[in-house]
């Protein structure tokens, strides 16, 4: 087991997606380690990555098999959990849809030489690098930016949601995990504003972000309620917990 690189990647059906993935990330290098977070898919997603695990990648492919689709966010606190329990020194956070380029990969890695939490970034100083998005889905990130921006006062960040992360281990070393309470996208916000708080080095690296190839986005209603209270929440909480926050 390499101990340097760990990418971790949450699923939920995705199975015309899986091995495709898995396969690219390791032709780029071979000596990353990957965890695969399935939320119990029925289409068979946990069983090809056992089958990839067992017959070609072996002590590199994990995989925690979930009992119920539990949330993005609890996904990746179990994700970080097994990281840091073995060791890691680089921890990525990334989406199984292709969305997130597994040739980007290696330049979020470089950019930790600066930083302590590297963000691959959808709209880097405002240039937009969103591919095949809908319209709606689109200003819905853009209100976001602004609503976030205005509440927690991120102004040094350009993406406040994006789900394309390297964590250097330190940044979630000094995460109490088990405190972490949002679920959905807000969790990528929660995480940013966590760090900032907590005095660490973030980056934005710009990458080209293409909506998925197969399968269906898993966007709800109850991940965008969560994104418009739990930022007050936020907000309120370091300002009464100061520096314990």
């Not at 319209?135 to 602004?146: A, F, N, Q, T, V």
């Not at 976030?148 to 394309?164: E, P």
């Amino acid at each position: 087991m390499n101990k340097d690189v760990l990418i971790i990647i949450p699923t939920y059906n995705e199975i015309d997606n899986i091995e495709h993935i898995i396969k690219e990330i390791f032709n780029i290098n071979e000596s990353y380690n990957i965890l695969i977070v399935d939320d119990n898919s029925k289409d068979g997603t946990g069983e090809i990555v056992e089958h990839l695990k067992k017959n070609f990648y072996q002590n590199k492919l994990f995989c925690i098999h979930r009992k119920g689709k539990l949330g993005l966010g609890t996904a990746y606190i179990e994700g970080f959990k097994f990281g840091l329990k073995n060791k890691y020194e680089y921890i990525f956070e990334m989406d199984a849809d292709f969305s997130h380029k597994p040739e980007d990969i290696p330049r979020l890695l470089a950019a930790t030489k600066e930083a302590d939490l590297v963000i691959g970034s959808r709209f880097y100083k405002w240039k937009l690098s969103v591919v095949n998005w809908p319209l709606k889905r689109l200003i819905l990130s853009m209100l976001g930016y602004r609503y976030v921006k205005l509440v927690l006062g991120t102004t040094g960040l350009y993406d406040n949601t994006s789900g394309f992360k390297c964590f250097s281990r330190a940044v979630l070393e000094a995460f109490d995990l088990n405190k972490i309470k949002s679920t959905g996208y807000c969790f990528q916000i929660e995480l940013n504003f966590r760090a900032l708080k907590k005095g660490f080095r973030i980056k934005e690296v710009p990458i080209i972000f293409e909506d998925r190839r197969y399968g269906n986005s898993k966007m709800a209603r109850n991940i965008i309620q969560e994104a418009l209270i739990m930022p007050v929440k936020l907000k309120i909480e370091s300002i009464l917990k100061g520096k314990e926050f």
